[in-house]
């Protein structure tokens, strides 16, 4: 068994307790050994010709066992939901290589002239055998993130990356046999990556919920109390919405945040009830970088939680614009070196953010701004660039703008990130119409044709000209500001 490939630590346990359960759903419950048989069914669909493998399918048994089916003979796979925008599913898979895609029934038009291979929900499993030829420095998965030049850029992650996280994660959490993961992400995030492979590479069990039942917190609580879930890692903002619950399941022993900035009001009346971590980490990084338990602590005096110490393997530095270490307490960039370090970007996308020193270790330089506090955990600030967090999403604004820009009527515009209440980002629009008779649905609907939901600015402004400043950039200072009320935890 080798050590740093992400298969051959789940077959080990699957020869170690082939009938343990490795998922359960609203409808079934699967052993390591079906799930297994379902990986070798759909590995031997997938051409041993192709490269990288796009899937396209709703999360069930069949999701997950198209993933590893991927990576058992050395694809990387390439995760978008289905209800992502036509065109960006398009871009994801050209720029990634994809040649061949795993999809639902339901699905097929997605894959847009792909071959495709389909997983529906109950497939039959055939009984045939696939020879595992995945390596540690095989790349495992692409996700893709919102990119400054306006497209999405896509994170090449190794096999190897992935394993390393997985120890780190069990160094901290001691993930076994006896826990139950919730897989609450969708699977473009990294908190999935999380959720799945900490969760069946440690022999635990991953329960799976319906896209309505993860809508209502009630409903979804109510299926982590049945499946007896131990572990819950997603946004802040689910911790918040289970923060104003009367109670708990009493089965969760751990809830992770990370994603966004984590508030002790998110939180005040969960840490007496659960161990409760703030994480920190890039998908370049491969998940967490960085944790930090919250319980017995004290949050920072702007009302959030530090990030923590870097987690089993993994350094953290921060770096001045010389990449030059600060002194403590002093603000740098928060770089990052070690075993989680991915391969960095596909496509035509420098990887500039990703710099080799004279010793040949790489050093991912994150973009986010921090200082190290007097006990060694860090402080997180806020991003040096116009990247921001919106529901947990890393979204660039110039993206948002240039696709606004593209839009028939739209004659010029300008995206601006703002903080409510809360120090949540929202986007405003400032736009300048070809026709005054434009429809702001219409606007809408062609944004979505390449955007994400939350990637659509909550508020849009007409305005007779977009104002510059002496260097012809836009003056920001010049707009009007739309004030957003935030919750009040």
């Known amino acids: 068994m080798n050590k740093d490939v992400i298969y051959e630590l789940f077959h080990e346990k699957v020869k170690q307790s082939p009938n343990a359960l490795a998922i359960s759903d609203e409808d079934r419950d699967i052993s390591r050994n079906e799930l297994d048989t379902l990986i070798n069914t759909i590995a031997s669909k997938i051409p041993q010709s192709s490269h990288r493998v796009g899937i396209i399918m709703e999360h069930s048994a069949e999701m997950i066992a198209a993933i590893f089916a991927a990576l058992k003979i050395g694809k990387a796979y390439v995760p978008v939901e289905p209800f992502f925008p036509r065109e960006r599913i398009n871009f994801m898979m050209k720029d990634a290589g994809v040649d061949i895609i795993i999809t639902n029934s339901a699905y097929i038009d997605k894959a847009d002239g792909y071959p495709a291979v389909l997983a529906d929900s109950g497939m039959k499993p055939e009984n045939v055998s696939v020879v595992s030829s995945a390596r540690p420095d095989d790349i495992a998965y692409i996700l893709y993130t919102s990119g400054s030049t306006g497209k999405p850029k896509g994170v090449a992650v190794r096999n190897r990356n992935v394993c390393h996280y997985v120890r780190a994660f069990r160094n901290e959490f001691h993930t076994d046999e006896r826990d139950i993961m919730l897989q609450y992400s969708v699977c473009s995030f990294d908190i999935f990556v999380e959720e799945v492979f900490t969760t069946l590479l440690s022999g635990a069990e991953l329960a ?273 500001v739309i004030m957003k009320e935030g919750y009040v935890c």
């Open 208 to 480: 799976i919920p319906s896209a309505e039942t993860k809508k209502d917190i009630h409903k979804l609580m109510k299926f982590v109390d049945e499946h007896n879930v131990t572990q819950i890692s997603g946004f802040p903002y689910l911790l918040l919405e289970m923060n104003h619950l009367p109670k708990i399941p009493e089965s969760l022993r751990l809830l992770i945040s990370g994603g966004d900035v984590l508030r002790a009001g998110y939180i005040s009346n969960l840490i007496d009830k659960v161990e409760v971590y703030n994480t920190y980490g890039p998908s370049e990084t491969t998940v967490c970088a960085s944790y930090f338990r919250c319980n017995d602590t004290v949050p920072l005096p702007n009302g959030t939680y530090p990030i923590g110490k870097p987690v089993l393997g993994t350094e953290i530095e921060i770096l001045d614009e010389n990449m030059r270490p600060v002194n403590q307490g002093e603000t740098g960039e928060i770089c990052i070196l070690g075993g989680g370090v991915s391969a960095g970007y596909v496509g035509k996308t420098e990887n500039n953010a990703f710099v080799t020193r004279p010793d040949g270790s790489v050093i991912y330089r994150s973009g986010d701004l921090g200082y190290f506090l007097p006990d060694g955990n860090i402080a997180f600030l806020h991003r040096k660039d116009s990247q921001i967090m919106i529901l947990g999403k890393r979204v660039e604004t110039a993206e948002v703008e240039n696709v606004l820009c593209k839009c028939p009527e739209i004659e010029n515009a300008a995206v601006v990130p703002y903080t409510d209440e809360q120090n949540l980002y929202y986007m405003v629009a400032y736009i300048v119409l070809k026709r005054p008779n434009a429809h702001l649905s219409t606007l809408k609907k062609e944004m979505a044709r390449f955007l994400p939901n939350y990637m659509i600015p909550e508020f849009f402004v007409r305005m007779p000209d977009i104002p510059l400043n002496a260097n012809g950039k836009v003056d920001t200072e010049a707009l009007p």
